[in-house]
Each structure stands twice: as structure tokens, then as C-alpha cells.
């Protein structure tokens, strides 16, 4: 990662996101306003040459949302994951299990 081999730490952990407009005054956000899964997440101590500060992955983040990025608005859009099959009819029959593991 990041032009060069890491030592990665690998967790088991609950990711939580939340619109940052619902967000009460310390940043925290309750069930209510906030999407909830869980996700195998990995984690190095160095990250200096790119960027940016997190990679997001195929398991694990993609798997969970339908997601549209923007480079012209410098948008990106999250939506449920059966987003494309509800505006354009059903693209895959099933996600194979197989496919379920990046690794």
C-alpha cells in the first residue's frame, strides 16, 4: 500500500456513518441518523507519500452502498445498495459467495 510493503493490523469492528448535518454539537450521531455495519477494517502505523488518509475497500464499504463520485461537483454520494436495481431494474441476479472475500 502506498508504493511499499506494510504491516497491517486486522480488526473485526463496527462502522458507524452519519450526516454530519445530523449531527448533534459534540459530532456524535444516534441510530436514528446514522447507518451501522460491521467490517473486517485494517490498520498500519505510517502513511506518509499519498494524499489521503483512508482507502476504502470492495468488502466492507462498497459492498454496503451504491456510491457515485464526482470529480466535477467534488461530491460523493452514498446510497442504499439496491440503489441502481430500484432505477434501472435488476443488473445482478445474486452477489456470489464467493465473491464476498477480497482475500
Not at 480488526?11 to 441518523?33: F, I, K, S
Not at 470529480?71 to 452514498?78: D, G, I, K, T, Y
Not at 441502481?84 to 431494474?89: C, E, N, Q, R, V
Request: hydrophobic residues 40%; contains cysteine.
Amino acid at each position: 500500500m502506498g508504493g511499499a510493503p506494510r504491516d497491517i493490523l486486522v480488526l473485526d469492528v463496527t462502522v458507524r456513518l452519519c450526516d454530519p448535518q445530523l449531527a448533534d454539537q459534540d459530532g456524535g450521531c444516534d441510530e436514528d441518523n446514522s447507518l451501522e455495519w460491521s467490517a473486517e477494517v485494517g490498520f498500519f502505523e505510517r502513511w506518509d507519500d499519498p494524499p489521503f488518509s483512508i482507502i476504502l475497500g470492495q468488502v466492507g464499504f462498497f459492498s454496503e452502498f451504491t456510491v457515485i463520485l464526482s470529480r466535477f461537483s467534488q461530491v460523493a454520494v452514498l446510497e442504499r445498495r439496491d440503489f441502481l436495481d430500484a432505477h434501472y431494474g435488476e443488473l445482478i441476479d445474486a452477489w456470489p459467495e464467493s465473491a464476498s472475500r477480497g482475500w
